[in-house]
């Protein structure tokens, strides 16, 4: 007989949320993660004893946990601590130029227009409310739905409105409509990196994020590694098992169906179903066995988007009056994702993220250095070759020297510092060239063309940030959701006709 246990492959975001969802509902859950913590992306690091997050750093879309945990019985207000940002991002040209975005729209407008004229201010506020109608056209048609198609989105939100969303011109055509300043148009095309992408490529529909940024950013108490253990957490008090250090190393397959999975050592755990918390392109090539593989589509090098390179660090700050998140700005975004895309190189005019993360806490220590995230981004082609570690040192003078022309003097040591490129994040997360967001959406169809929860095998199932609906924190918890709810629904159909003793009879119950 076919075992009923679900094995989900890795403790991600995607992953924890499926096994949550399904261990509340009763099944027998069991999640293997190869790394020694769950987490996967949202990861943290600890130098002298403080933790770092070392992943992602921006919490948004609050109503997708609150859904979700309302599903397993639970509140998010009992299991986090949250507490809204005033300032979503400070962002800086030089030392004499700055801008603050604010959770109030009218804040954010009166502070443009004094930062690049009247024009610019209502620009802002024409944008945010085209921004406001893409979110609500795509958020019930394409975020929320198993698997949209162009049409789909057109029927659901109806011809005009999908029109008004600008689905065939890209996001910097689409700035180019409210901003003539290219400070602004560099500031919000930076929405694109969120995905991965290039704001020269993505599609205008990204415009959207805006949207969810102004409807809240949140800060998480202890950090947003929090977020990963609260899932795991509450997956375990309601029956799931979690094993930590337990690599799979093959999806096994059986009369047509997935029937088991190996680990490193060996050992089979017998499954009738298996949630891919992994990165597409890791089935793609093999990485899980020939039934995996011939089950998924292949992501090509050329597809990938975004990958990174970190330093998390303590250090003494000064001059620049640093907020939570930090945006400082190059001279030629053009040229930034040119080297990045076209000549597969770290960028010689690099944009420089910095998370202060510190600021805004409840917690922080007196006296102590600050925990620092600080990130540029880098082609995904870990895999092809070793970062060379002239070329880091290059891009690392290039990014500090970048903030300190505009006031931000960094001091640190490399024993307080940790810094992780494109093959580490190969190595972290084998077969994506060191690309954090699966595909990239680059292109008006290619966010159709992610995998949905389904895969050709019977059994198999996806989630995570490479599959719909998208890359981000909460696109990969919805991802998770989606898979436990197509899990749900195939075992749900398969169970209405059984086997009787009778040789093709069946009973009609």
């Not at 057109?154 to 689905?167: D, E, K, L, T, Y």
């Not at 011939?294 to 700050?317: D, F, Y």
Request: glycine fraction near 12%; proline fraction near 5%; include cysteine.
């Amino acid at each position: 007989m076919r075992s009923e246990r679900v094995a989900i492959i890795g403790g991600g975001v995607g992953g924890l949320t499926a096994a949550l969802l399904l261990a509340a509902r009763g099944l027998d859950v069991l999640v293997l993660e190869r790394a020694a913590t769950i987490g996967g992306k949202m990861r943290e690091t600890v130098i002298g004893g403080r933790a770092i997050d070392a992943g992602p750093t921006v919490f948004t879309m609050r109503w997708v946990f609150d859904e979700i945990l309302a599903q397993a019985g639970a509140t998010l207000e009992d299991h986090l601590t949250l507490r809204p940002a005033g300032i979503l991002a400070r962002h800086a040209w030089g030392a004499s130029a700055r801008l603050d975005l604010h959770a109030d729209i009218d804040a954010s407008a009166d502070a443009i227009g004094a930062f690049a004229g009247l024009d610019a201010a209502r620009g802002y506020h024409a944008f945010c409310d085209r921004a406001r109608r893409a979110y609500q056209v795509l958020e019930p048609a394409f975020i929320r739905a198993p698997r949209p198609t162009p049409l789909s989105v057109a029927f659901a939100g109806g011809i005009g409105a999908f029109r008004n969303v600008s689905p065939f011109a890209t996001l910097w055509q689409a700035l180019g409509d409210h901003f003539k300043d290219p400070r602004l148009r560099q500031l919000f095309g930076r929405y694109a990196t969120y995905c991965g992408c290039s704001p020269f490529h993505a599609p205008a529909t990204l415009m959207l994020i805006a949207h969810v940024e102004q409807s809240g950013v949140w800060l998480v108490e202890g950090g947003m590694h929090r977020i990963a253990r609260m899932l795991g957490d509450l997956a375990e008090a309601r029956g799931a098992t979690i094993r930590t250090g337990a690599g799979v190393t093959e999806i096994l397959a059986g009369g047509g169906r997935t029937i088991g999975v190996r680990l490193a050592d060996g050992e089979v755990i017998a499954c009738g179903s298996v949630i891919a918390n992994a990165d597409v392109a890791a089935l793609a090539t093999g990485r899980f066995g020939a039934a995996a593989q011939r089950a998924v589509p292949r992501t090509e090098v050329t597809q990938r988007s975004l990958s990174a390179v970190t330093w998390a660090m303590l250090a003494e700050v000064e001059g620049f009056p640093l907020e939570r998140h930090n945006v400082f700005f190059g001279d030629d975004s053009a040229t930034e994702f040119k080297d990045i895309f076209d000549h597969g190189r770290l960028p010689e005019s690099p944009t420089v993220y910095v998370c202060a993360q510190d600021r805004g806490a409840s917690d922080t220590p007196s006296g102590q250095p600050e925990r620092l995230l600080c990130l540029v981004n880098a082609p995904p082609r870990g895999d092809a070759f070793k970062s060379d570690a002239m070329e880091v040192a290059r891009c690392e003078t290039r990014a500090f020297a970048l903030m300190e022309r505009a006031g931000l003097r960094l001091t640190t040591s490399p024993r307080n510092t940790v810094v992780t490129t494109p093959s580490g994040f190969e190595q972290l997360f084998p077969a994506t060239g060191g690309a954090l967001y699966g595909r990239t959406v680059h292109g008006w169809q290619a966010s159709f063309r992610r995998p949905g929860a389904r895969t050709r095998l019977p059994g198999l199932y996806l989630a995570g940030g490479s599959v719909h609906p998208g890359a981000g924190v909460p696109m990969a918890a919805m991802s998770g959701r989606m898979a436990a709810e197509r899990l749900m629904a195939d075992r749900a159909s398969t169970r209405r006709f059984h086997r009787t003793a009778m040789p093709g009879g069946t009973s009609m119950g």
